[in-house]
Every structure is written in structure tokens, then in C-alpha cells.
């Protein structure tokens, strides 16, 4: 387990007897009203349930003070893992930053920001599946924000503390991230890149042999230094590192609603209310199955966690993922996640239809549904979640089912991993 302390030098003070104490009369009501907001927050962030996101175990009062109990993950700093595997391929970057995003989906959606995302926050676990710590700097979007800045990482507007922060500031981190990843440097401090940019682009610093201008280009936006000309939101910037949604078509029409808005003073008419979202009619035969697996991990809780599940999911697609997230253990919760693949697709979406996602629908334009579901599957044997970004665009290029094996194996990188999944594939092909 690791442990955070509530200690604010700039109000408080360490006593002989290591209590923590208002370091003035003047300062006390300021530490009362952080240590408040302390407990609160830890109280959020424990309900926090996600794999690639450190769990909060519990907070308590002590010494004066405030703790924050953290899961203890065991594994290497990303700079330290990355050290002998330089360069990551296209493949292996994905693979990394997109379960960062999901998990950091969930801590947005849940009113929240990180505000610290960097290298040294990064954890690889054994499996190399990556855990984002340290959620000591995470506040309300909309509480009063103190100013946190690690160079290189750190957006413009988290150097003071007046700055509209939210979740473009951690996707800013994030892409800074990934240019340290595919360029090997720092970004330039955000404070040096205003009123003049000299940074060189993901696109011209990253290798283009490498890397491919849908995931570059998508680094370079994250990395805007004005934060209106950000993805605002996770989908956005995994739409971009998907090839589904190009940054500059997202940036000019949010520059064409921006001038398109009245002027100041000028009477807007009020905007529509969204629609309530449809909730999912899940098969109930489903649910019991989810209920009766999860139990052995969870015990009788798992009836409540499954019900409550099914609400927040929009889609089959997403259940399972938000079960998984409820088991500690990372080999349970893969074996799980196994289990029930064949399940995870939209109640809407037959085996042998479309999709809503772009990308799969034109995949699926090409080929069987089953086919692409198939070679996502052993693909994953060797690459992990990116096997699906995988076929999907190989499935664009492919004339034929081999060809389609042929292009997806050239992203395994053990050359006998390689022989063993395409004579694998042969070998399926002639049973069929």
C-alpha cells in the first residue's frame, strides 16, 4: 500500500510529536477547509473502479491530519520500462495510451481531474498493462484549482491558479507523454511556447517510417497550447488516434461555432435539452451469468454491482469492460473479460450487421463481421486491445481473408510468434 498525507506547507507544520498543525491562527481556518476538501475528494476517488487506474483503498483522520490508503502496484516507472524497449512501435503506443484513457474517462466523468499526468506517474505492471498513480493533485473541475506544474507535462493554464483547467489540461499531459514516446524528448514547457512555438511537431520530431500521421497528428493536437484548441473530451481525442475523426475538421468547426455565437449582450435563444439516454434492455439470461461469475470474485455484492452496471452501460460493448473493472486481480479479471468477448457487442448490432463506429462499418463493408472478430481475437494473443485498431484498417486494404492474416501478422514483433499465428490462420482456413 503507499500513503498520502494531507500537508500543506504554505498552512501547516510537522510538531515534534509528527502531528500536522495549522502553522498560525490566521492559517487555521485554511487547513480546516483543505483537510475537508482532502477527505472529500478521497472519498470520490475511492469510489473510483477501473484497472488502469490506482485504487483508493480507504481515508481516514489522524495525527491532526488527513491519509489517503493507495493500492501499492508493484512493476517499473514508465522511464525505466521504456528504457531497454526503445522504439515502441505504432502498435505498442496504442496499446499503452488507450487503457490511460479509458481510465481517465472514468475519473472526468466522474467531475474530476488528474492535473499530473506524466512519465512518472506511469506504472507498468508485470503484464505490461499501465496503471496511472498518484491522484494526491486531483480536484473538482469546477473547485478552486492551486497551480501544479511538472515541466514538459503541465499545461499553460495549470501554472496559475485562475486557469480554465478540465479535461483538456490532463489530455495536454497526456499527449506529452506521447511525443516523449515517439520522439524521445520532453516537450518544451508550456510557459516557452507562448506568444512563439519553437517546439518542433510530433509530425516532423516523430519518425515517420515508425509512426503514421493519424497518431502523430493527434499527439501535435492534444499538445495545442491554447486549451480551446484541444480534444476537450477522451472521445474526442480517441476518435483522433483512431483515424475516425481528423484534429483539423474537429478544430475549424469548433472555430465556425465559436464565430457564430452572438454577441455580447445579444439575446440567445435557450438551448435544447438533450434527450434522456434510452436505457439498454439486456438480456436478462445475460445478466444472471454476469451475476453468477462476478459472485466468485465479489460475493453476493455482485448482484447489486451487475444491476447498477447495466444502468451506466450504453451498450453490451460496454458492460462487460465496467464488470471487469470491479476485479482487483489482473489474471481474474482477463479470464472474465475472455469469457464473456463473445457477448460484448451492441444488443443492437447482429452478429452479421454493421456497426455505429465508422471505422467498423467500413470494415465490416469488407468482410464478415465474424471473420474481423475472429482475427481481432488471436490478434490479441500477441498485441493486446489494439488488435481491433488493427484489423480494422488492415481490413480496408485486404482483397482477400489471407491477405487480411498476412497484413495484421506484420505487427507481432517475435518473428516466431509470427510464423506460429499465420500457420495458425492456414491452418484454420483449410477446416473452414
Known amino acids: ?11 501547516a507544520l ?56 493507495m493500492e501499492f502496484v508493484a512493476g517499473a516507472a514508465l522511464a525505466d520500462w521504456i528504457k531497454p524497449r526503445r522504439p515502441l512501435s505504432e502498435a505498442h503506443v496504442r496499446a499503452l495510451v488507450m487503457p490511460l484513457l479509458d481510465g481517465l474517462e472514468v475519473v472526468h466523468k466522474a467531475g474530476y481531474a ?37 515541466p514538459g507535462y503541465a ?41 512563439n512555438d519553437t517546439m518542433p511537431s510530433a509530425i516532423k520530431a516523430g519518425d515517420r517510417d515508425a509512426y503514421g500521421n493519424e497518431l502523430l497528428a493527434a499527439i501535435d493536437w492534444a499538445l495545442a497550447p491554447n486549451a480551446t484548441d484541444r480534444p476537450q473530451s477522451v472521445a474526442e481525442f480517441r476518435e483522433a488516434l483512431l483515424g475516425i475523426m481528423d484534429p483539423k475538421t474537429r478544430m475549424v468547426a469548433r472555430s465556425r461555432q465559436v464565430k457564430t455565437q452572438p454577441v455580447s449582450g445579444a439575446k440567445r435563444a435557450p438551448a435544447p435539452a438533450p434527450e434522456p439516454p434510452r436505457p439498454v434492455a439486456f438480456d436478462p439470461a ?31 460493448a460496454e458492460l462487460i469492460p465496467l464488470l471487469a473493472a470491479e476485479i ?52 490479441a494473443e500477441h498485441i493486446g486491445a489494439i488488435a481491433r485498431v488493427v484489423v480494422k484498417r488492415a481490413a480496408m486494404k485486404a482483397r482477400d481473408e489471407s491477405e487480411l492474416y498476412l497484413l ?18 492456414a491452418s484454420i482456413g483449410k477446416r473452414r
Not at 500500500?1 to 498552512?11: D, R
Request: hydrophobic share 40%.
Open 155 to 195: 499545461p499553460l493554464e495549470q501554472y496559475h491558479a485562475q486557469g480554465n483547467q478540465g479535461p483538456w489540461s490532463d489530455l495536454y499531459a497526456l499527449g506529452g507523454v506521447l511525443y516523449w514516446l515517439v520522439t524521445g524528448n520532453r516537450p518544451h514547457e508550456a510557459v516557452a511556447r507562448v506568444p
Open 114 to 150: 488528474h492535473r499530473d499526468v506524466k512519465p512518472g506517474n506511469i506504472y507498468m505492471r508485470d503484464d505490461e498493462s499501465p496503471v496511472l498513480l498518484d491522484f494526491g493533485s486531483a480536484r473538482m473541475q469546477a473547485a478552486e484549482l492551486t497551480a501544479i506544474v511538472s
Open 286 to 316: 445475460l445478466l444472471a451469468r454476469l451475476e453468477t461469475d462476478l459472485a466468485q470474485h465479489l460475493g453476493p455484492i455482485s448482484k447489486v454491482v451487475v444491476r447498477n452496471a447495466a444502468k451506466k452501460a450504453r451498450e453490451q
Open 1 to 11: 500500500m503507499a500513503l498520502k498525507e494531507y500537508l500543506p506547507g504554505e498552512v
Open 14 to 69: 510537522r510538531t515534534g510529536d509528527n502531528s500536522i498543525v495549522p502553522s498560525s491562527s490566521e492559517t487555521a481556518e485554511s487547513f480546516a477547509w483543505g483537510k475537508r476538501r482532502f477527505l472529500d475528494e478521497s472519498r470520490a476517488l475511492a469510489s473510483f473502479r477501473h484497472p488502469n487506474i490506482v485504487r483508493v483503498m480507504r481515508f481516514f483522520e489522524a495525527n491532526g491530519s488527513a491519509y489517503m490508503v
Open 408 to 425: 495484421i501478422a506484420d505487427e507481432i514483433e517475435s518473428p516466431e510468434d509470427k510464423k506460429a499465428f499465420l500457420r495458425k490462420a
Open 328 to 379: 482487483s486481480d489482473a489474471e481474474e479479471r482477463a479470464g472474465f473479460e475472455r469469457r464473456f468477448s463473445e457477448v460484448s457487442r451492441p444488443t443492437s448490432q447482429p452478429s452479421s450487421g454493421g456497426s455505429s463506429n465508422p471505422a467498423t462499418a467500413l470494415a465490416a463493408s469488407r468482410f464478415p463481421l465474424d471473420v474481423l472478430e475472429r482475427a481481432e481475437r488471436r490478434l
